[in-house]
Nanobody
Framework: QVQLVESGGGLVQAGGSLSVSCAASGSIGSISAMGWYRQAPGKQRELVATIGSGGSTDYADSVKGRFTISRDNAKNTVSLQMHSLKPEDTGVYYC???????????????WGQGTQVTVSS
């Protein structure tokens, strides 16, 4: 089995900072891309940021310059540092990772359970 468990998030005032982290565990052979999505109430889930196994990153235009994604390949973790937060950043933040399980040749996408980030105005 493979699990992704998020931590962090919470409530912050506009202009503040928060971080969320995610740890992958279980029968992991290798991890390629990791990333964060978010879903605001009444809206579709949207991509926030991704990071490749080599460290290449990509961000949604709405968070560029404010959010930073990073990963620790030795610990199978991915983090998202969020600064200058806005009320529109409010939502449930989901971690995702493309993982190849041990003894498997294929990669599959796994998701965490989500963690709430609320930015008050």
């Amino acid at each position: 089995q493979v699990q992704l468990v998020e931590s962090g998030g919470g409530l912050v005032q506009a202009g503040g900072s928060l971080s969320v982290s995610c740890a992958a565990s279980g029968s992991i052979g290798s991890i390629s891309a990791m990333g964060w999505y978010r879903q605001a109430p009444g809206k579709q889930r949207e991509l926030v940021a991704t990071i490749g196994s080599g460290g290449s990153t990509d961000y949604a235009d709405s968070v560029k310059g404010r959010f930073t994604i990073s990963r620790d390949n030795a610990k199978n973790t991915v983090s998202l540092q969020m600064h200058s937060l806005k009320p529109e950043d409010t939502g449930v933040y989901y971690c995702t990772a493309r993982i190849r399980r041990r003894l498997s040749a294929n990669y599959n996408d796994y998701w965490g359970q989500g963690t709430q980030v609320t930015v008050s105005s």
